[in-house]
């Protein structure tokens, strides 16, 4: 009797808190448009395939155990499907192709993913630029397992091809891109007076979760942040044991969540993300915003 006792409040505590996650988990709907548009870096511009008009793609931002429908709308001239990296439970299939003038609705199941994970076309030339973050925070009465951040900020390492990328046209190959990208813009490094920086501005102590994820098909990719340190808290949607570093390494398609710091004297410094094996380095801003009179 003691047994079935046990399993009694085992199976009771499992139906509280089935209830308990129902109550408090969210139901979020996004509309998103495949379309194509003009883009001028490293002093040309060009066509690339985009969802609603941005490179890279919109963030989809939730919580635990919520369930996200988004629908997409191709108005592009190619066929395209979306596939939602480290997701379990796609209910449809998410490897469902929409043809030009055509819309299919993803409905996704969020399980036990928190954290960063990320959404790319499934076919190397359209995920060049069709990607984006998606974004998994605790819920409400859920507290991190490490220090509460005071802000966040998503950086996605990507690629430019000076050439048109087309599904007729697919010829990446690893180590082909003519610059790479921190939020899709490429730096000061390439020459080109018109390209723009990335910027991300900080204050003196505060306390930042950086989503730090790697788009770049076919190179490992080196990310730092000039004279700081970064705490890894998690890796690819679930938190992971506290570890210190100076610079991460990111396989294609890895993301690693950091917490940042920022205890160095006012001023700005280096965003750096280059390729493992040297092709190509690009540069952002790290810059202060306030600062203390204690040095």
Known sequence: MGSEKQGFIWLSGLLFLNIFVLSTADVHYYEFSLQESL??????????????????????????????????HNQANYAVSLDWEGVTDTIDGSNNTIQPGRNFTYNIELGDEIGTLRWHATSAWA????????????????????????????????????????????????????????????????????????????????????????????????????????????????????????????APGQVIDVLLFPNQNVGHYYITARSSSGTHITNGILRYTTTTTSF
């Open 39 to 72: 883009f001028t870096k490293l002093c040309s511009t060009k066509i690339i395939l985009t969802l609603n008009g941005s490179f890279p793609g919109p963030e989809i931002r939730v919580r635990r155990g919520d369930t996200v429908f988004v629908n997409v």
């Open 127 to 250: 995920a060049a630029t069709v990607h984006g973050a998606f974004v998994i925070l605790p819920v409400a009465t859920e507290d991190y397992p490490f220090p509460a951040p005071t802000s966040d900020q998503t950086i996605i390492l990507g690629e430019w091809f000076r050439e048109e990328l087309t599904e007729a046209n697919q010829t990446i190959t690893p180590g082909s891109a003519d610059a790479y990208t921190i939020n899709g813009h490429p730096g000061e490094t390439y020459g080109c007076s018109n390209d723009t920086t990335f910027e991300m501005q900080v204050d003196y102590q505060g306390l930042y979760l950086v989503r730090v994820i790697n788009a770049v098909a076919s190179e490992t990719m080196v990310f730092d942040i000039e004279n700081h340190r970064l705490t890894i808290v998690g890796q690819n949607g679930t938190y992971t044991n506290r570890s210190f570093t100076n610079s991460l390494t990111l």
